[in-house]
């Protein structure tokens, strides 16, 4: 059976949990790496800069027994004219696997999954960063040994990862996720809105606000991205002047005085976070970075349909 992760909202409840659980399990040694790739190719495809994504998928599919073939941002006949139509059923005609991170719209990524026989993992597209999500719940099992009832300050731009998060965390029972958006740069309003139904459904809390007053008694984590998102730019020439109050420092994470510190990396210290909180003993944001593969691992299980059992 060829399964594909486009979105979050792809994922029934069970496999959420176990790819989470999955990556845990990588993550901390108590399983090991299975074949489930093994005889199989994977399409790593990333028209956009990656370090961790990139890294992670590839190299979790070699460890799964598996082969790569890398593509890059001028190596397909789409940039001569072919459509992304004929160019997925090429695709799945020789691949096992597509990876791919575009930065853009997702309805391709669903064109080139809609050939069946080739399972599809969104690496990252304008609007979602599922993969991030997934590695960010498997950050917090590992850490906290649960997920249940974990209260996350989410600080920044409401972009892709913001809104994968949110996607997922809003499915745990008794989550409570604060987002603190610079004005005009929140959750789309429509993700907030499904976000806050699904929170309802699933016993957790969801709430946004455009200030960083009222820090409350505290949360378990704090988790910022860097300002400028891979693949995008802003309008406004004074973007940076709104974004300058939402800076992770000292001050905002002493808030919680009990928190780790979340980054999905690349940083850029002194702009959404400062190098004290970063590499401080708070931080647990390389370790993050490294159970992207871990997870990756697990998506890429998940997706070849029997190399673990939940």
Not at 52 to 59: C, D, G, I, L, V
Not at 143 to 167: C, P
Not at 212 to 235: F, H, P
Request: glycine share 10%.
């Amino acid at each position: 059976m060829t399964r594909h992760l486009i979105s979050i909202s792809d994922l029934t409840d069970d496999d959420l949990h176990g790819i989470v659980r999955r990556g845990a399990e990588l993550s901390t040694g108590a399983a090991v790496p299975s074949r489930a790739l093994a005889g199989r190719i994977v399409g790593i495809y990333f028209r956009r800069t990656s370090t961790r994504t990139r890294t992670a998928f590839s190299s979790g599919a070699l460890r799964l027994g598996g082969q790569i073939i890398a593509y890059g941002p001028d190596d397909l006949q789409t940039r001569t004219g072919e459509t992304v139509e004929d160019t997925g059923r090429v695709f799945a005609g020789m691949l096992d696997l597509l990876v791919a991170r575009t930065a853009d719209s997702p309805s391709e990524l669903r064109a080139y999954a809609g050939h069946g026989r080739m399972g599809v993992v969104n690496a990252m597209t304008a609007d979602e960063h599922p993969t991030q999500a997934l590695t960010d719940l498997t950050t917090l099992l590992v850490h906290f040994g649960r997920l249940e009832g974990l209260r996350v300050r989410y600080v920044g731009e409401g972009n892709n990862t913001a809104t994968a998060l949110a996607l997922a965390l809003t499915r745990i029972p008794g989550t409570e996720l604060d987002l603190r958006t610079p004005p005009g740069y929140g959750l789309p309003a429509g993700l907030l809105h499904t976000a806050t139904e699904q929170a309802r459904r699933y016993g957790a809390r969801i709430s946004e606000r455009h200030d960083m007053t009222e820090l409350g008694d505290g949360v378990d984590v704090v988790y910022t991205t860097r300002w400028q998102t891979t693949g995008s730019s802003k309008a406004d020439p004074e973007w940076r002047r709104v974004f300058a109050p939402f800076q992770v420092d000292d001050a905002v994470l002493g808030a919680s005085p009990k928190a780790v510190f979340m980054h999905d990396l690349p940083a850029h210290r002194g702009e959404e976070v400062t190098a004290s909180v970063l590499d401080g003993p708070a931080s647990i944001a390389f370790g993050q970075a490294e159970n992207k593969m871990h997870s990756a691992m697990a998506v890429l299980e998940w997706c070849a349909a029997g190399g673990w059992t939940r």
